[in-house]
């Protein structure tokens, strides 16, 4: 048992490494998360899971509007504070289930010494392999295009992306902020009909680069549709294998 009650985690009762998670951005996507990467590990005991340190910090200020709305909130000193916070208590590297907020990553990266599993370059890798040299639509929130944060993921990769016209956007940014985030239904023919315009507008793939769109993909039967890349699945599976463990056979 550790000596000190909010001390550093004792390494005699933790299984290295340990992951710190940056949570609550949005808190269903987060809880999705967890749950993915339980699915993912191929453990036959409690003991076998990936030992986790979550922050949730849900009352983090709005990634979108610090990034579109002058005199707004900056979630980037929360998002590091987090982060210290957890290298301090002693997490060996760190997750951050929220693709906008990875525009704050560098600062993370400036203030922590561990690493921090980019969501965003694992997902853009896995969407050029997928692609196969056709362009990949970008579903994420207005903020995440603003930034072009997957824009230049994807280029990196090697990748072309497509930016989704103004009429399409509108309506990421609806089953975005007005339904999942906002507790309400899911409006299942809207989401389809946002893959089939993507595709009609020349993509091949469509990144779903919200966590908040992977909790639709999550929950909602689209899991092993071929015509999507789901960020939050990408992330658990580079958890798991950074930290040690086996993937379960519907994610290897």
């Not at 023919?189 to 990144?207: H, K, M, N, P, Y």
């Not at 999550?218 to 939050?232: M, P």
Request: net charge negative; proline share 5%; hydrophobic share 40%.
């Amino acid at each position: 048992m550790s000596e000190e009650i909010g001390g550093r985690l004792d390494p005699t009762d933790w299984s290295r490494p340990v992951v710190g998670v940056l949570g609550g951005l949005g808190p269903a996507a987060t809880s999705v998360f967890l749950d993915v990467l339980i699915r993912a590990t191929a453990a036959r005991s409690d003991q076998e899971h990936v030992d986790l340190l979550v922050s949730q910090h849900s009352t983090t200020p709005d990634r979108t509007a610090g990034i579109l709305e002058p005199g707004a909130p900056d979630p980037g000193p929360v998002i590091v504070r987090d982060a210290v916070m957890l290298e301090r208590a002693g997490v060996d590297l760190l997750v951050l289930p929220c693709n906008t907020a990875h525009h704050y990553a560098r600062q993370v990266e400036a203030a922590t010494t561990v690493p921090l599993l980019s969501i965003v370059e694992t997902t853009a890798r896995t969407a050029v392999e997928s692609a196969a040299g056709a362009p990949i639509a970008v579903f994420a929130t207005e903020g995440n295009i603003h930034a072009e944060v997957y824009q230049e993921a994807i280029a990196a990769q090697g990748g072309t992306s497509l930016v989704p016209d103004r009429a399409l956007q509108d309506d990421i940014n609806h089953l975005i902020y007005g339904q999942v985030k906002a507790g309400a239904p899911v409006d299942l023919d809207l989401f389809d009909s946002c893959i089939d315009r993507a595709l009609e507008q020349g993509a091949s793939t469509a990144v779903l680069g919200c966590t908040e769109l992977s909790v639709v993909y999550d929950q909602h039967g689209y899991r092993g549709d071929a015509r999507l890349v789901d960020s939050l699945t990408e992330l658990a599976r580079i958890t798991v294998r950074q930290a040690g463990k086996e993937l379960t056979e519907l994610f290897r």
